[in-house]
């Protein structure tokens, strides 16, 4: 019974003796590597629950392969107790939820295990016992405790919807919006204290915990996105700001730290309408981001294309939304219905896709897509009106024609009507008032360059540039 876990102390030593944080994560993750599949079930048959400290004490203080400090060695003994405790749990909810019963499957107690792992590796970082570069362990510790809380809430919810916990008896107060993610928001309490644990490391930077700061930010993130506390997100930005000049600039981490704190900086100011910023941020992100991380470009276009279509009105090409059937699902018809200033579709599109922009918190943005709609119609209005003879001095030769740049309100009005605007007076004619407003509007936002003479009935455009960064 003694060579069932060789591999994993073989693993440690050698974590210990390189130094390798990654691979000393690796002891302690709830997935066994691929080396090893069946390392949980062997953890949990190495030893029983009243000998496993004896046990954990002999390997880890008499290893030869390494040696340990006595209150290193106590602090693993601690980690290693409680992951053996976790382990066993873990085992049995998978089983449960294997044999088809589903909701035996305790993840609650699942999620306090490992919480209870996540404990003992704290109190080794908070009495600085563990050096920085098993900093991995962290990671490790802060992901599954989310992953874990997410299980449990969801396997909460299912006995609420089926009626089984509190013995069938369905009390009102008993399951309020509070509890709905009564794990998830204690595991993002948990990661909030990693976080300032890492936070106010003072140590030199080589070996600071500061090196975690943005994998346990982007927990964070994740976390409260998903409880939807994005408000929460901003102190951890305001932190990281605060604390600049101590720590390492951020192209001094892994890029995989950088593209996801960048995505999440630039969706939160997407969602506080700083737009330049997070454009900044998300082109960025998606530079960085690997070509073959097909979800994650996904996912930073999801915001990157409403964002470009506000700052500079450009719409992605369809190679680009081709490349992902969600995105080219969403996106197509709006692109589509803005290059041929059909109002129409565009409002088709939108509400088609209402469900998903809404959930993506990316509606209202491209709700403002509709004045570019307008613009490109009172672009094609212009362009389709007859040219006038140039004006030239006396005794000059006649120059080519130009476009006219007085273009009666009426020709605006039969080209929204035509394009499904809503500019009706309710009686069969045209709002010439709605008309007006939307022509102004359109002035006032630059969309395009003039003004209008309504005792006339006409709108003067500017002859050079009437409709700005179209080239007309």
Request: net charge neutral; charged share 25%; hydrophobic share 40%.
């Amino acid at each position: 019974m003694s060579n069932e876990l060789d591999l994993l102390w073989a693993d440690f030593a050698t974590a210990y003796n390189t130094p390798d944080g990654y691979l000393l994560a690796t002891t302690i993750t709830p997935e066994p590597p691929k080396s090893d599949p069946a390392r949980l079930h062997r953890w949990q048959r190495w030893t029983n629950a009243y000998s496993v400290q004896t046990d954990l004490r002999y390997k880890l203080q008499y290893n030869p392969n390494i040696v340990l400090e006595k209150k290193e060695a106590s602090t693993w003994l601690d980690v290693f107790t409680a992951y053996y405790s976790f382990a066993g749990k873990l085992l049995a909810a998978e089983e449960a939820q294997k044999a088809g019963k589903r909701r035996d499957a305790d993840w609650s107690a699942v999620y306090e295990a490992w919480k209870d792992v996540m404990s003992a590796l704290y109190r080794g970082y908070s009495n600085n016992i563990f050096a920085a570069w098993t900093i991995p362990c962290l990671y490790i510790a802060g992901k599954y405790l989310r992953v874990f809380a997410i299980k449990a809430d969801a396997n909460a919810a299912s006995q609420r919807d089926s009626g089984l916990a509190f013995g069938a008896l369905q009390e009102e107060d008993a399951f309020g919006a509070a509890s709905k993610n009564e794990k998830l928001e204690d595991a993002a309490r948990q990661i909030n204290r990693i976080f300032a644990l890492c936070l106010s490391d003072r140590s030199e930077v080589q070996s600071s915990r500061k090196w975690a700061l943005y994998y346990i930010a982007n927990l964070l993130f994740k976390t409260y996105f998903k409880l939807n506390s994005i408000s929460l997100s901003k102190n951890i930005l305001r932190s990281l700001k605060a604390s600049g000049s101590d720590m390492p600039p951020l192209s001094a981490f892994p890029k995989a730290h950088q593209v996801t704190f960048k995505y999440y900086s630039g969706v939160i100011s997407f969602l506080e309408e700083d737009y330049a910023t997070a454009e900044e941020f998300l082109v960025s992100a998606y530079e960085m981001c690997n070509i073959h991380a097909t979800q994650n470009l996904q996912l930073i276009l999801t915001y990157l294309i409403p964002t470009k279509l506000l700052t500079s009105h450009r719409l992605p090409t369809s190679t680009l939304l081709q490349q992902t059937p969600a995105l080219d699902r969403l996106f197509s018809p709006i692109c589509t219905a803005i290059k041929h200033a059909d109002l129409r579709a565009f409002t088709l599109a939108l509400e088609h896709g209402e469900e998903e922009f809404v959930k993506r918190r990316i509606y209202l943005t491209l709700e403002r897509g509709r004045d570019i709609v307008l613009r490109n119609l009172f672009r094609k209005v212009f362009l389709a009106g007859e040219c006038e003879p140039a004006v030239t001095k006396e005794g000059e030769a006649p120059g080519p024609p130009v476009r006219r740049t007085r273009v009666p309100v009426k020709e605006f009005a039969a080209a929204l009507r035509m394009a499904g605007a809503e500019v009706g007076d309710g009686e069969g004619g045209v709002d010439g008032d709605e008309v007006e407003c939307l022509i102004a509007n359109g002035i006032y936002k630059n969309f395009m360059k003039g003004y209008i003479a309504r005792e006339r009935g006409i709108v003067v455009l500017s002859k050079g540039g009437a409709f700005p960064g179209t080239g007309v």
